[in-house]
């Protein structure tokens, strides 16, 4: 097994990060590469949730668009997951909002690591793209 508290994204001298693991989906066994990152928020969320790794999977499974993987339907839960936890309070408490998205990120590089903004041109490709995505994936009901 690998070492889960790795710092950064991405590869290191060009081998993969990413870490495979069996886990047990409706009853069959699958091995599974996640990033580190990605195996955590999973094991955090099946914590706080009091459900196994392999209910959860299994349930993610179940669900996912015919057309998608298994790890790309985990990565996506995911995102919304904690995206449906997300309060104002807790962007303002992670120092949201001020240029510097990666703070308290493993992409953090420190010193002023604010983002450059796109050419125009760009940002109207990227709201297209965002819009696109918000046809394709229907909001989140937070009930």
């Not at 097994?1 to 060009?14: A, C, K, T, V, W």
């Not at 099946?46 to 057309?67: G, Q």
């Not at 309060?87 to 992670?94: D, L, M, N, P, S």
């Not at 990120?105 to 995505?133: M, Y």
């Amino acid at each position: 097994m690998s070492d889960d508290s790795l710092s950064s994204p991405g590869s290191i001298d060009g081998k993969s990060t990413l870490v495979s693991r069996n886990v047990t989906v409706a009853g069959h066994r699958t091995s599974m590469r996640l990033e580190p990152e990605m195996w955590n928020a999973l094991y955090d969320i099946c914590r706080r949730e009091r459900v196994s790794i392999h209910a959860l999977c299994t349930e993610i499974n179940e669900r996912k668009a015919p057309n998608s993987s298994l790890t790309a339907a985990i990565r996506v839960f995911l995102m919304a997951y904690y995206q449906a936890a997300a309060t104002e309070e807790g962007h303002v408490r992670a120092n949201h909002g001020a240029g510097r998205p990666f703070q308290g990120t493993p992409f953090n590089r420190g010193g002023d690591d604010r983002v450059t903004e796109l050419p125009r041109r760009s940002r109207v490709r990227s709201r297209q793209l965002v819009q696109h995505v918000e046809r394709l994936m229907p909001p989140i009901a937070l009930d």
